[in-house]
């Protein structure tokens, strides 16, 4: 009885976010985000998504492999885009990693999961104590729980080992170029002028915001965090709310081959 409530609040959490938004910003910054929006930037969110998935299931390989379970690369990036298609559609945004678990073995995906927010949280505490901008007062946490993460990954299950370790954090590293050089793109199609090294630190902290699952089909937290961390940096709220709209709809583009892939998943 429990299991049902939970999932009912965390869309209430992320409707929630999205009603403050609203009430503080108002409904231009998501309408303008909505008209920026063409085909050429959703091409682009198509394209980076490929090497993205194709690093996610990579790393899926390779923690599979360091736990004595064999699963082959195109199984993987299959499962991988299903896997992204479901979580964009349905609230939560963690219920196609449970699909994916289930089919292919929870244990291998919670660990594959873990070490790449591990990966982010390391990489952006790295880079937040470097950019010059508000938001580098939250490197100290985030490095605390960095080596937390660390920690728990070095007494895991042997996974990651001398032999695999090391392309698990390349494919990790993989992994988050795709989504922050997207956000990039929809910050510049939202009309965000400021220049890369400001707007790397950002994506990161609206990456690390869409790991929560407390969303609508990915919308929520996402919002939100930019909203901040654009104000923060003193780009205003309604910049950010709207480059993540954009991020948004770009994010849906580029996992839409699982589309594709949703008829095999009896068979995969």
Same mark, same amino acid.
């Given at each position: 009885?429990?299991? %049902?409530?939970?999932?009912? @609040?965390?869309? !209430? &959490?992320?409707? #929630? *976010?999205?009603? /403050?938004? $609203?009430?503080? =910003? +108002? ?106 901008? %508000?938001?580098?007062?939250? @490197?100290?946490? !985030? &490095?605390?729980? #960095? *080596?937390?993460? /660390?920690? $728990?990954?070095? =007494? +895991? ?112």
């Amino acid at each position: 009885m429990r299991r %049902p409530w939970l999932g009912r @609040a965390r869309v !209430l &959490a992320g409707v #929630a *976010v999205l009603a /403050v938004l $609203v009430w503080r =910003v +108002g409904l231009t910054p998501f309408l303008h985000g909505l008209s920026t929006v063409d085909a050429r930037t959703l091409l682009l969110g198509l394209l980076l998504g490929v090497p993205t998935t194709l690093c996610c299931a990579w790393r899926w390989t390779l923690v599979s492999d360091g736990l004595g379970v064999r699963l082959p690369l195109r199984r993987a990036v299959a499962a991988c885009y299903r896997s992204q298609l479901i979580n964009v559609a349905l609230p939560g945004g963690v219920l196609g990693d449970v699909h994916r678990g289930v089919r292919h073995g929870l244990r291998s995906v919670v660990w594959e999961r873990f070490a790449g927010q591990v990966v982010l949280v390391t990489v952006t505490a790295g880079v937040l104590l470097l950019a010059p901008s %508000p938001t580098h007062r939250w @490197a100290p946490l !985030l &490095a605390v729980l #960095a *080596v937390a993460g /660390v920690a $728990v990954l070095g =007494v +895991g299950p042997g996974m990651l080992s001398a032999r695999t370790g090391p392309g698990v954090l390349l494919a990790s590293l993989g992994a988050l170029l795709g989504p922050v050089a997207t956000f990039v793109v929809a910050a510049r199609a939202a009309g965000v002028t400021a220049s890369v090294p400001v707007l790397v630190p950002l994506a990161l902290l609206v990456l690390l915001a869409m790991a929560l699952p407390l969303n609508v089909a990915g919308w929520g937290p996402r919002e939100g965090v930019a909203a901040w961390a654009f104000a923060a940096t003193g780009l205003g709220a309604g910049a950010g709310v709207a480059t993540a709209v954009v991020y948004g709809l770009m994010t849906i583009v580029a996992v839409l081959p699982g589309a594709l892939l949703l008829r095999g998943a009896t068979r995969g």
